[in-house]
Nanobody
Framework: QVQLVESGGGFVQPGGSLRLSCAASGSMFSIYHMGWYRQAPGKQRELVAAITSAGSTTYADPVKDRFTVSRDNAKNTVYLQMNSLKAEDTAIYYC???????????WGQGTQVTVSS
C-alpha cells in the first residue's frame, strides 16, 4: 500500500503562485507514474498534469504554460508549480500514483487551493 500526502495548498490572490508537493511512501516511487487532479465543487475530478516514470509530462489545456509538474525521485516527491493562478483554479487538488507493474492507482487525501481577491 502506497501512502500519498499532499501539502502546499492555501489561499492566494489571482495572479499569485503556489507549489504543491506530494510525498509518497515506500521504495518504488521511481517507477510510478504520478499525476495531479483537481475537483471543484459540483464538478467531476479532472486531470491537471501528469509525469511518467521517465519524466514525460502532460498538461490539461486550461493550465498549459501556467503549471509545471516535476518529480524528485530521491525525495519520493512530485511537485506542481502553479503560476498566474485564476479563480477557476480553485479546487481540491489530489495527487495519484499508478504502479505500472500491477496497475494499481493510489490517491492522496487532497489539499485545498483557493484563488480569490
Amino acid at each position: 500500500q502506497v501512502q500519498l500526502v499532499e501539502s502546499g495548498g492555501g489561499f492566494v490572490q489571482p495572479g499569485g503562485s503556489l507549489r504543491l508537493s506530494c510525498a509518497a511512501s515506500g521504495s518504488m516511487f521511481s517507477i510510478y507514474h504520478m499525476g495531479w487532479y483537481r475537483q471543484a465543487p459540483g464538478k467531476q475530478r479532472e486531470l491537471v498534469a501528469a509525469i511518467t516514470s521517465a519524466g514525460s509530462t502532460t498538461y490539461a489545456d486550461p493550465v498549459k504554460d501556467r503549471f509545471t509538474v516535476s518529480r524528485d525521485n530521491a525525495k519520493n516527491t512530485v511537485y506542481l508549480q502553479m503560476n498566474s493562478l485564476k479563480a477557476e483554479d480553485t479546487a481540491i487538488y489530489y495527487c495519484d500514483a499508478v504502479d505500472p507493474l500491477i496497475g494499481t492507482q493510489y490517491w492522496g487525501q487532497g489539499t485545498q487551493v483557493t484563488v480569490s481577491s
